[in-house]
């Protein structure tokens, strides 16, 4: 029973910060890359950061390519995204996923509950 279960998200101001968590149990997390996903209202899901396995190298979408740092602990079986300068464009749900063979984008065999991130103008 493998579960990915998101975290931290919250409504912001513009320009404001916050650091989401997705928490994963059931599957061996160091052999996963993992990935940020999200979905606005009435919007397609887009993909919005990944992270390799052992955590060095990483892929963002260029929408928040300067302002959205992933990052992840295998110790603690986490992966963190943190956002900054958010945007009221940023609102949306958040999904983490994780993939076993995946690429930056597609491919990936799990996914989270979601966290929802709504940022005011």
């Known amino acids: 029973q493998v579960q990915l279960v998101e975290s931290g998200g919250g409504l912001v101001q513009a320009g404001g910060s916050l650091r989401l968590s997705c928490a994963a149990s059931g599957l061996t997390f160091r052999l996963y890359a993992m990935g940020w996903f999200r979905q606005a209202p009435g919007k397609e899901r887009e993909f919005v950061a990944s992270i390799s396995r052992s955590g060095t190298s990483t892929d963002n979408a260029d929408s928040v390519k300067d302002r959205f740092t992933i990052s992840r602990d295998n110790a603690k079986n986490t992966v963190y995204l943190q956002m900054d300068n958010l945007k009221p464009e940023d609102t949306a749900d958040y999904y983490c996923?994780?993939?076993?063979?995946?690429?930056?984008?597609?491919?990936?065999?799990?996914w989270g509950r979601g966290t929802q991130v709504t940022v005011s103008s």
């Open positions: 996923a994780a993939g076993l063979s995946a690429t930056p984008t597609l491919n990936y065999n799990y």
